[in-house]
T-cell receptor
């Protein structure tokens, strides 16, 4: 089955701790994204990556870091600098602009990771 | 900048009722428009999309028409079921842009 997997489903963070959320896709997509969802709000973009070894900040990148060493993987680290990390984190992927000729390619989402602070 | 405005929820309906969720947008150029659905505790699933004016997206009995003149993409379903209870998000994406801009989401509850 092709799709996006995220782990863990639930993650608990202690004060001052960095935690890493996993996102893996087997759709052969070039582009990957991380969004944050808070109750009653839409999704906000944290980081995105168009290609391996390249990534850009989204609207709310402060307190987060990412890496893109492999096409299939785009892990997100929530650092101790993120003072309000409690949220639902969603990873997504898409073909990428070059593959879709610059038109709107669909973003496909994983099942999400819920991060809670102890 | 780009923005999406959805009707506020929550919306509560009886089974077999007609559902409309309003969505309007602000964007330069010709964005593509999407409706995503989120069931409790899950990620988002694409429900339907439209990429140009007057296109109609449809899936699972849901429909939405891209109206350029009113900058709208309202979601409709003629007869809802309990299984349609979810949060619905309207979103837009400009060509040659990676970012999806989301509305705040509308929670729909269908009662038997």
């Amino acid at each position: 089955d092709g799709g996006i997997t995220q782990s863990p489903k639930y993650l608990f963070r202690k004060e001052g701790q960095n935690v890493t959320l996993s996102c893996e896709q087997n759709l052969n997509h070039d582009a990957m994204y991380w969004y944050r969802q808070d109750p009653g709000q839409g999704l906000r973009l944290i980081y995105y990556s168009q290609i391996v070894n390249d990534f850009q900040k989204g609207d709310i990148a402060e307190g987060y870091s990412v890496s893109r060493e492999k096409k299939e993987s785009f892990p997100l680290t929530v650092t101790s600098a993120q003072k309000n990390p409690t949220a639902f984190y969603l990873c997504a992927s898409s073909m990428g602009l070059s593959a879709s000729g610059g038109r709107a390619e669909t973003q496909y989402f994983g099942p999400g990771t819920r991060l809670l602070v102890l | 900048g780009n923005s999406v405005t959805q009707m506020e929820g929550p919306v509560t309906l009886s089974e077999e009722a007609f559902l409309t969720i309003n969505c309007t947008y602000t964007a330069t150029g010709y964005p593509s428009l999407f409706w995503y659905v989120q069931y409790p505790g899950e990620g988002l699933q694409l429900l339907l999309k439209a990429t140009k004016a007057d296109d109609k997206g449809s899936n699972k009995g849901f429909e939405a028409t891209y109206r350029k003149e009113t900058t709208s993409f309202h979601l409709e379903k003629g007869s809802v079921q309990v299984s349609d209870s979810a949060v619905y998000f309207c979103a837009l994406k400009r060509p040659n842009d990676y970012k999806l801009s989301f509305g705040a989401g509308t929670t729909v509850t269908v009662r038997a």
